[in-house]
């Protein structure tokens, strides 16, 4: 359900207490092992794993010259946990990330005292390393992709695909690059947040749907604190044609999408074909040549490519008040904007920061109309 920004004020106490919690192996490192902690920062985003960093001020030792934590606490694939959001009468902080620790850097500044920065990546980190081949026969996308998220411990919520491929080739690739390809021919995302792996139309084309509300809306000057869209043509086509051959019936296999089949279609927007067409009447369509094995199949593959052509047509970067609620595969109200930009954006990517100036989230936006 849309959060109007008053109800979004009333729902963390008017924001203005920021918290965060984080845990290292089931440690609360603020409450129970007492460090000061300078920031705080989640990076969420559609293209790889999620990132997490904390800067810690209190470890170092000035009589011994030795770091404390470093080789236990910090160790490198010890599990992470990190919340954030507002003091809200004892309910628990949203959780951002659950990941690892893949990574520490110290700091020794020519005044005052050495610090120690944490990160790592949520718990798909680890399907980005190796790569491999494999072959699947007569599967759809979505079941090899439960496969795939078994081998790290992952629970998979993978909507149906529908299309079962004679077969499915992954060649010297890692494990993040096969899946992302999977959700790339199907037009779907994929991403981890907690022990699941998402694999997913985006939420971008359920704007009209009970689960496609946008989650929070927001106003410039009340809640958005910044915003920088851009429109675009320049990637812009006015079809695609995916074209393959049905070696068992010595005939060329052909799937189209174009202007009307643009994910998000406002009735009172133009999308970017259509505003193309005027430029440039003799627009052609797209061509790509790929190995397809059914019309059902080349037609998914050409509505994907259309997708993400289209949503090129206007992006954005933006800067909020610090709301948890905002992730990627969301969708955001913004308002003030004049009327070609006021409306619902699809968030692909945001970073969540908590320091000593309180507790921000800058975002980029995507939408494929005007």
């Known amino acids: 359900m849309t959060s109007p920004f008053k109800e979004l004020e009333k729902k963390h106490l008017d924001l203005y207490v920021p918290a965060y919690l984080i845990k290292v192996n089931d440690t609360d490192v603020l409450r129970e092992q007492f460090m000061e902690i300078a920031s705080v920062q989640v990076d969420n985003t559609l293209k790889g794993p999620d990132r997490f960093s904390f800067t810690v001020n209190s470890t170092?030792?000035?009589k011994t010259r030795q770091f404390a934590h470093l080789s236990d606490t910090f160790a490198f694939g010890n599990?992470?946990?990190?919340?954030?959001?507002?003091?809200?009468?004892?309910?628990?902080?949203p959780l951002m990330l659950r990941g690892i620790v893949t990574s520490v850097a110290t700091s020794f500044p020519a005044s005052g005292l050495p610090q120690i920065t944490v990160s790592g990546y949520d718990l798909s980190y680890c399907m980005g390393k190796g790569k491999d081949s494999f072959n699947w026969s007569d599967k759809?996308?979505?079941?090899?992709?439960?496969?795939?998220?078994?081998?790290?411990?992952?629970k998979a919520k993978a909507e149906d695909t529908k299309v079962k491929h004679p077969t499915t080739q992954k060649s010297t690739e890692s494990d993040e690059q096969f899946v992302t390809k999977l959700a790339e021919r199907n037009g779907y995302e994929h991403y981890t947040l907690d022990r699941t792996l998402h694999f997913k139309p985006p939420e971008s084309i359920r704007k009209t749907s009970k689960d496609g509300i946008p989650v929070v809306r927001l106003e410039w000057g009340r809640g958005l604190l910044?915003?920088?869209?851009?429109?675009?043509?320049?990637?812009?086509?006015?079809?695609?044609?995916?074209?393959?051959?049905?070696?068992?019936n010595k005939k060329e296999i052909v799937g189209k999408?174009?202007?009307?089949?643009?994910?998000?279609?406002?009735?009172a927007r133009r999308s970017g074909a259509e505003v193309l067409k005027k430029c440039c009447r003799e627009a052609k369509p797209l061509k790509i040549r790929v190995p397809v094995f059914s019309k059902q199949e080349a037609d998914r593959w050409a509505e994907a490519i259309l997708?993400?052509?289209?949503?090129?047509?206007?992006?954005?970067s933006g800067e909020s008040i610090g709301l948890p609620e905002i992730r990627a595969d969301q969708n955001i109200e913004l308002l003030g904007l004049g009327t070609e930009l006021s409306k619902i954006y699809y968030?692909?990517?945001t970073?969540?920061?908590?320091?000593?100036?309180?507790?921000r989230t800058t975002f980029k936006v995507k939408d494929t109309t005007v």
Do not use: C
């Open 60 to 62: 170092f030792d000035l």
């Open 140 to 154: 759809k996308d979505s079941e090899i992709v439960a496969e795939v998220a078994d081998k790290y411990g992952l």
């Open 307 to 316: 997708k993400k052509r289209s949503e090129m047509l206007v992006q954005g």
């Open 257 to 267: 999408a174009g202007q009307g089949q643009e994910p998000r279609r406002d009735g």
């Open 79 to 93: 599990s992470a946990e990190i919340r954030m959001g507002y003091v809200d009468g004892g309910e628990e902080l």
């Open 226 to 248: 910044s915003f920088s869209p851009e429109i675009s043509i320049s990637e812009q086509t006015s079809g695609v044609e995916v074209r393959g051959w049905d070696v068992a």
């Open 351 to 359: 970073t969540h920061t908590i320091n000593t100036s309180g507790y």
């Open 347 to 349: 968030v692909e990517q």
